[in-house]
């Protein structure tokens, strides 16, 4: 095996005034400070073709439209030191303001679940902008029935009725206020390093410092997260759920109105919960009388190729389920799947939101349930998704700074430490990387606390040849940095 960063133990800050000497030296004299072996270089990668050229861009430049956000928008700031200027999109590729591909193994984070612009997704909602776009609930409507009728055949259990909502926050406040009101009881839990929304009661079952704001957020418990890479109690997934009995038994009355996850916490850095946790969880949960709610805004509709539902993979069936972002493949729109009986805890009082279910997001919605159907995309995102998992293996078999590589399907990450044993976040050498990446076409996501987490949620149409050019600029982009 060869390893090309030294085994010393390097801080991140040490192995960054260490590189940044190196860039101004000959190659040589930095390998001989931070290399153990002289590799080859990596492959040259080569984006696969594909039969499709965007119209030329007459619009504003990147730089034009960056002076504006910076006097206008005060969200999110842009990924990359040199922000994209995204001007076109078809399928898993997009295309910036000069004509340059990249494959987008982000999509809009996780948005993106059929393709940009899917041809079949795209003529589905043209045809229905032109007969009729926004009726709400109070009329009556096919596309919304025909929708819901399709969904839920993919609910198992009792999971048959439904509230639509606008985004993945929405949904997950819904879904605790209806454990709320069915159990009559206030005490939520959450898990450490969750990720479930800006809202009030989102953001109080946030388990990341960066997702919180120091507010009133009354209510929720933080169990121990069931890290297997970093936790205490390694695969043990039972060991960990005891810290929700704990919970119960010393923080509450000793009944819950309910209990959230993620089955592969998506901006905790993707983490799969370890095995055996969410039956062991949900049976405390349950016994102290509370509900058990999935968060599927990610992991939902195929995309953790073995199953529909992530939470599947454990082998459990939640009280009420919510569905996010990948359910319009860009139609904002979100999900609430509960049963009957928890339902009608809103009895009779208005539970209205005004743009939800209108006719182009349902519309949306369903040509996405029968493209997965209908192009096998969960079995693409298992079989491209475990090949890609095997080649990212393999590179951290290769480089000492990749700790770990995890997660199902097409949701995967790879986690950057300057040190193994201690698993010292890799913040500023994950930022090069990610950099060098987009450099070199291809588009991913930074997650986890330290931001020391690529994330890839690619749509689910990439294929092999995809996957590999995404596995060569990841190679490249390491080797370039450690031996420039
Ligand atoms: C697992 C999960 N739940 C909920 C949300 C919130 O969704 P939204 O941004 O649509 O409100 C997110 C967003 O990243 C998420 O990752």
Redesign the pocket.
């Given at each position: 095996m060869q390893r090309f960063v030294s085994r010393r133990v390097l801080s991140e800050t040490n192995f960054l005034r260490v590189q940044q000497r190196c860039f101004a030296l000959p190659g040589s004299a930095y390998k001989k400070v931070v290399t153990s072996d002289t590799p080859e270089p990596p492959p040259v990668p080569v984006i696969p073709p594909f039969p499709y050229t965007p119209p030329t861009y007459t619009g504003p430049s990147g730089d034009e439209i960056m002076a504006l956000r910076k006097k206008y928008l005060m969200q999110q700031p842009a990924y990359y030191e040199k922000p994209l200027n995204l001007v076109d999109g078809k399928m898993q590729y997009v295309f910036d303001e000069n004509g340059k591909r990249y494959l987008d193994a982000l999509a809009g984070?996780?948005v993106v679940s059929c393709g940009h612009c899917h041809p079949y997704v795209e003529k589905a909602i043209i045809k229905q902008m032109k007969s009729i776009q926004h009726t709400t609930v109070l009329y009556l409507n096919h596309t919304l029935t025909d929708y819901l009728q399709a969904l839920a055949d993919k609910m198992p259990g009792n999971l048959k009725v439904f509230y639509l909502l606008?985004?993945?926050?929405?949904?997950?406040e819904l879904a605790m206020l209806l454990a709320r009101l069915y159990t009559g009881c206030n005490d939520i839990i959450s898990l450490r390093n969750?990720?479930?929304?800006?809202?009030p009661t989102?953001m109080g079952t946030n388990g990341v410092r960066t997702e919180k704001f120091n507010v009133v957020q009354t209510g929720i418990h933080h169990a121990m997260d069931p890290n297997p890479y970093r936790g205490d109690f390694g695969s043990d997934g039972k060991k960990y759920a005891e810290d929700v009995q704990n919970i119960i038994d010393y923080a509450t009355s000793g009944q819950v109105a309910g209990f959230i996850a993620?089955e592969i916490?998506?901006?905790g850095g993707v983490i799969q919960l370890a095995p055996g946790y969410l039956p062991a969880a949900y049976e405390s949960v349950r016994n102290a009388g509370g509900l058990c709610i999935a968060?599927?805004?990610?992991?939902g509709f195929g995309r953790t190729g073995s199953h529909y539902w992530a939470f599947e993979n454990q082998g459990v069936i939640p009280d009420i389920v919510?569905m996010?972002?990948g359910i319009g493949n860009s139609s904002?729109m979100?999900v609430v799947a509960t049963t009957p009986e928890i339902a009608q805890v809103l009895g009779s009082h208005t539970f209205y939101s005004t743009f939800a279910a209108n006719e182009i997001s349902t519309t949306a919605g369903l040509a996405v349930l029968k493209v997965i159907e209908k192009e096998g995309l969960q079995e693409n995102a298992l079989a491209v998704g475990s090949y890609l998992k095997a080649k990212l293996t393999a590179l951290k078999d290769k480089y000492e700074i990749i700790g770990d590589v995890r997660g199902r399907g097409l949701m995967l990450g790879v986690e950057f430490v300057t040190d193994r044993e201690l698993k010292t976040p890799a913040t500023d050498l994950t930022n090069v990387i990610f950099e060098e990446m987009k450099e070199m076409g291809v588009l991913v996501g930074k997650a986890g606390l330290y931001s020391n987490v690529l994330r890839m949620l690619p749509p689910l149409c990439i294929t092999k040849a995809d996957a590999d050019f995404l596995a060569d600029v990841l190679d490249n982009a390491i080797w370039n940095i450690t031996n420039k």
């Open positions: 984070v996780s606008n985004s993945g926050t929405e949904a997950n969750a990720y479930h929304g800006n809202a989102t993620e916490q998506g901006v968060d599927e805004a990610i992991t919510t996010a972002k904002p979100s």
